[in-house]
C-alpha cells in the first residue's frame, strides 16, 4: 500500500494504466471529509485528521450526527444542497470549531456530493478577504472576453490568460487531445523566467483512460502542495459495502504518487486541472503549475476557473465548428480554381499536374496521377514503386476514394518512404489509373516545440529519471512514428468532386467515359442507409428503364450533436453529363452540411457553386436535418416535389415551402419546420416515382398517396418502399429514388 492511497497496493509504471485512482481511500490534509450515512445522516466514514480540524476526536466523529458535530444550521444546509435546493458549494459559520480549538476557522466552504448511499461532506477553510463575488464577477467579465475571440487557439490563448489572472498560477497552459488521447500544448502563460511548453506533446499514456473518465466527471482537481502528507479515511472500508468509498466527485481526493513523481521531476509545487468537455467527451485539459511553494486556492475562486472552463468548453464547440466550416469554404475555393484550370486547357490531366492547389487542396506534400500506366508526380513523393504499392494498397473498387494515415501498418516496407509518404489518399477507375496525394510523417511536420531551449532541456534532463517532459516527448515521438495527419471527410468527398470533374472533360462521347461515370454513380449514391438510434430508414434508387445513367442521388449521415442531415436531389438530364455533375453536387451539398450551415443555406451556397462550373445545367433537391431525441425536423427544397407524411396510417401531403430549382445562379431558399409525432413517417421521392406520360401531377400525387397507404406495418420499411417501386405503374422514364425515415416510437 501506498501512503497516498491505502485502499489498494502501490503502482508502479507497469501497471498505472489500470490504478484505480477514484478510490485512494485517502485525502489532501487542507481539509476534512465525512462521509455520512443518506438515511441516519450519521457519520460512517472520516478522514484521519478530524481532530486537529474539527477538534473532536475520531472515535466520537464515528457514529455522530452531524447535526452534533457541525450544527443544526450546517446539517440543514448540506440536506438542502444534497437534495437540490442549494449549490454544491456553501459558505458555513461554525461556532462550535473555534471552542473546540479546531484548526478549521469558524468560516468554512464545504463542497457537498452523493457517492452511492453516502453523502460526502469536505470542509475547508473559507477565505472571506477574497468574496466569493469577486471570483464570479472575475468569470463573468473573463467570459465576455473570451466570446470575443475567433479560432481554437485564440480562445485558449484567452483563457490561459483568464485563469492565470484568476488564480496566480505560475504556468496556466491548454493541453489538447487528438483521436488517439495523445496531446499538445497549444496555449501559454507563464512566469517569464520559465522555459515554454508550448508545442510540447505528450503520448495517451501520460494520461490514462481512467484518468481521462475522472476527469470528464470531475471537472477540476486542485494539489494544493505536491509534498503533502495524506490523511487516510477511516475505516478504509466502507462498513456498509465492504469497499472503499468512491472519491471520483471529491475535491481532497488524494492523487496517484506516479502523478506526483511526474510533477516532481517537473519542479512543480502544485497544480490544479479543469476539463474541457465538449459533446460529453474530454477534448482538452487546462493546467496550472506552480513553482514556488504551495498553492491553495478557496472554493469559490476553483468554482470560478470552472465555470471559465465550461463555458469554454462550449466556446470551443462552436469555434472548432467555425474552424471547419472555414477548412471546407477553402477547400471548395481550391477545388474550383483546379477545376477551372482544367477546364479551360485542352490538356486537362496536364494542366492538372502543373496546378499547386491540387495538393494544396487536400494538405499534401505531393500528388502522382497514374494514366494508361504513366505516372507524373507534383510536389514531394516517394519513389514510383512506392507510389505504385501505395496505389495498389488503397485503391477502391467502384472508383471510391481510400485513405490511410498509417501505410507501414498495410506494408511495412513502405515505412522506408514515411518521410515523404507516411499517409496517402487514393481514387482511380482502373489499375492503370489513377491520382494519388502523400503526406509526410508527423515528426516530419511537429518538432519540439519550436523552442531551442526545449532542446537544451532534453538533453540536460538526468536520463535516470523515469517521469520528466523529455521522455514523454520521446514516447510520443515512438507513437506517431509512421502516421500522417488523419483525412477528413471533405477531403474524400473532394477526391470525388475531382475525379468526375476529371472524368466529364475526358471521356466525353466514349463508352470509356459512360463505364467510368457509372463507376462514379455508383460510388456516391449508398448502398444503404445508416443506422441512426431514434430513426429508422430505408432508400432505393433504380435507373431509368431506357437510360443507365441518370442525375438522381440520395444521402444521409450523422452530424455533430446528435443531429441526421438527409438529401434527396435529382440533377436535370441523362447520360454522364448529369451523373458527372450529380457527384459533384452531392459532394459540394455534403461539404456545406459538414460545415454546419442550415438547409436553407446549403441550397443556396450549392446554387452559386454550380455558377460557372456548369452550363445550362440545373438540379432539385430537398434538404433537411431531424432530431432523434426530439423529432425536431427542418427542411428546405429547391423546386422538388413535395415529400409526403405519413401519420397514424394517414399519408398527406407535406406543404415545404420552396425555392427555384439550383442552377440559375439565385438564392431566396427559407426552411420549413416541424416536429414529427414518435412513429412517423416522412417519405422523400424524385419525379421518376411520379411522372407518368400523359398523366397530371395532381393524379400523380393522388395515387403516390394511395401506393404510402397506411405507411411502414410489420412487414417493415423496406418491404413497404418496394412495395411502392412495384405498385408504381407504367414504364419508368427517368430514375427514380425514394428515401423514407421513421421517427422511433416514444420513450
Not at 224 to 229: K, N
Not at 528 to 540: D, I, N, Q, S, T
Not at 592 to 601: I, K, Q, R, T, W
Amino acid at each position: 500500500m501506498s501512503a497516498h492511497t491505502p485502499a489498494y497496493a502501490a503502482a508502479d509504471l507497469t501497471n498505472c494504466d489500470r490504478e484505480p485512482i477514484h478510490l485512494p481511500g485517502a485525502i489532501q490534509p487542507h481539509g476534512v471529509l465525512l462521509a455520512v450515512d443518506a438515511e441516519r445522516w450519521q457519520v460512517v466514514m472520516a478522514s484521519d485528521n478530524v481532530a486537529t480540524m474539527l477538534g473532536v476526536d475520531l472515535t466520537t466523529v464515528l457514529g455522530s450526527s452531524l447535526a452534533s458535530l457541525l450544527g443544526t444550521e450546517a446539517e440543514d444546509a448540506i440536506r438542502a444542497s444534497v437534495e437540490g435546493e442549494r449549490a454544491e458549494v456553501l459558505n458555513l459559520h461554525l461556532d462550535a470549531l473555534a471552542t473546540r480549538g479546531a484548526r478549521l476557522p469558524a468560516y468554512v466552504d464545504a463542497a457537498v456530493h452523493r457517492s452511492g448511499d453516502r453523502v460526502v461532506v469536505e470542509l475547508e477553510g473559507a477565505d472571506r478577504q477574497a468574496a466569493a463575488l469577486l471570483s464570479y464577477r472575475a468569470a463573468r467579465g473573463a467570459m465576455q472576453r473570451l466570446a470575443r475571440t475567433g479560432s481554437v487557439v485564440e480562445l485558449s490563448e484567452g483563457l490561459v490568460a483568464e485563469i492565470a489572472e484568476l488564480t496566480g498560477f505560475d504556468r496556466v497552459m491548454v493541453y489538447r487531445f487528438d483521436e488517439d488521447w495523445n496531446g499538445e500544448v497549444i496555449a501559454e502563460r507563464r512566469r517569464s523566467d520559465l522555459n515554454a511548453f508550448v508545442g510540447l506533446h505528450y503520448p495517451a499514456t501520460d494520461i490514462p483512460a481512467q484518468a481521462r473518465r475522472l476527469y470528464t466527471a470531475n471537472w477540476i482537481r486542485l494539489i494544493a502542495d505536491i509534498s503533502y502528507t495524506p490523511v487516510p479515511i477511516v475505516p478504509v472500508l466502507d462498513p456498509g459495502t465492504g469497499s472503499p468509498l468512491d472519491l471520483s466527485h471529491s475535491t481532497l481526493r488524494s492523487v496517484s504518487p506516479i502523478h506526483l513523481e511526474y510533477l516532481s521531476n517537473m519542479g512543480v509545487t502544485a497544480s490544479m486541472s479543469v476539463s474541457l468537455v465538449v459533446d460529453g467527451q474530454l477534448w482538452g485539459l487546462i493546467a496550472c503549475h506552480h513553482y514556488s511553494g504551495a498553492h491553495a486556492l478557496s472554493l469559490d475562486v476553483r468554482a470560478a476557473s470552472e465555470f471559465l472552463g465550461q463555458v469554454a468548453s462550449q466556446l470551443v464547440a462552436e469555434r472548432e465548428r467555425a474552424d471547419a466550416r472555414d477548412d471546407v469554404r477553402r477547400a471548395e475555393e481550391l477545388l474550383a480554381e483546379v477545376q477551372a484550370a482544367t477546364s479551360s486547357s485542352p490538356a486537362p490531366l496536364k494542366a492538372l499536374m502543373e496546378t499547386a492547389e491540387l495538393a494544396e487542396l487536400m494538405g499534401a506534400g505531393g500528388v502522382a496521377l497514374c494514366f494508361d500506366g504513366r505516372v507524373t508526380t507534383l510536389g514531394t513523393v516517394p519513389d514510383e514503386a512506392s507510389v505504385r504499392r501505395i496505389a495498389e494498397l488503397l485503391r477502391r473498387p467502384e472508383s471510391l476514394p481510400g485513405g490511410s494515415a498509417h501505410l507501414a501498418a498495410l506494408d511495412p516496407e513502405l515505412a522506408a518512404v514515411a518521410e515523404t509518404a507516411a499517409g496517402a489518399l487514393v481514387i482511380g477507375s482502373a489499375p492503370d489509373r489513377w491520382l494519388c496525394w502523400v503526406r509526410p510523417e508527423l515528426p516530419e511536420v511537429v518538432d519540439w516545440g519550436g523552442d531551442p531551449t526545449n532542446k537544451q532541456l532534453a538533453l540536460a534532463a538526468d536520463p535516470q529519471v523515469r517521469l520528466s517532459p523529455r521522455k514523454s516527448f520521446e514516447k510520443w515521438q515512438q507513437v506517431v512514428r509512421g502516421h500522417s495527419a488523419g483525412w477528413r471527410p471533405w477531403h474524400l468527398d473532394n477526391a470525388v468532386a475531382l475525379a468526375s470533374h476529371l472524368a466529364s472533360l475526358l471521356y466525353v462521347n466514349s463508352r470509356e467515359q459512360v463505364g467510368l461515370a457509372e463507376s462514379l454513380q455508383r460510388s456516391v449514391i449508398p448502398a444503404e442507409p445508416p443506422r441512426v438510434p431514434g430513426l429508422e430508414l430505408a432508400a432505393r434508387y433504380l435507373p431509368a428503364s431506357t437510360f443507365q445513367l441518370g442525375g438522381d442521388w440520395w444521402d444521409a449521415f450523422e452530424l455533430p450533436g446528435g443531429r441526421m442531415a438527409f438529401v434527396v436531389g435529382d440533377v436535370a438530364g441523362h447520360g454522364v453529363a448529369a451523373a458527372t455533375t450529380m457527384t459533384q453536387l452531392r459532394a459540394a451539398v455534403r461539404a456545406h452540411l459538414f460545415g454546419d450551415e442550415s438547409p436553407a443555406v446549403v441550397l443556396d451556397r450549392t446554387d452559386r457553386f454550380m455558377d460557372g462550373l456548369f452550363e445550362q445545367i440545373i438540379a432539385t433537391a430537398i434538404v433537411g436535418t431531424v432530431e432523434p431525441a426530439t423529432g425536431r425536423m427542418v427542411l428546405a427544397a429547391a423546386g422538388h416535389p413535395p415529400p409526403f407524411l405519413i401519420v397514424d396510417g394517414v399519408a398527406s401531403e407535406l406543404h415545404v415551402a420552396t425555392r427555384p430549382v439550383l442552377g440559375l445562379g439565385v438564392s431566396g431558399a427559407v426552411e420549413t419546420e416541424l416536429v414529427l409525432a414518435p412513429g412517423s413517417t416522412l417519405l422523400l421521392y424524385t419525379d421518376g416515382l411520379i411522372e407518368r406520360r400523359g398523366v397530371d401531377l395532381g393524379t400523380s400525387l393522388a395515387m403516390l398517396a394511395d401506393l404510402a397507404g397506411g405507411g411502414p406495418d410489420g412487414a417493415g420499411m423496406e418491404a413497404w418502399v418496394d412495395g411502392m417501386l412495384l405498385a408504381a405503374p407504367g414504364a419508368r422514364d427517368d430514375d427514380t429514388t425514394v428515401l423514407a425515415i421513421r421517427l422511433g416510437p416514444a420513450g
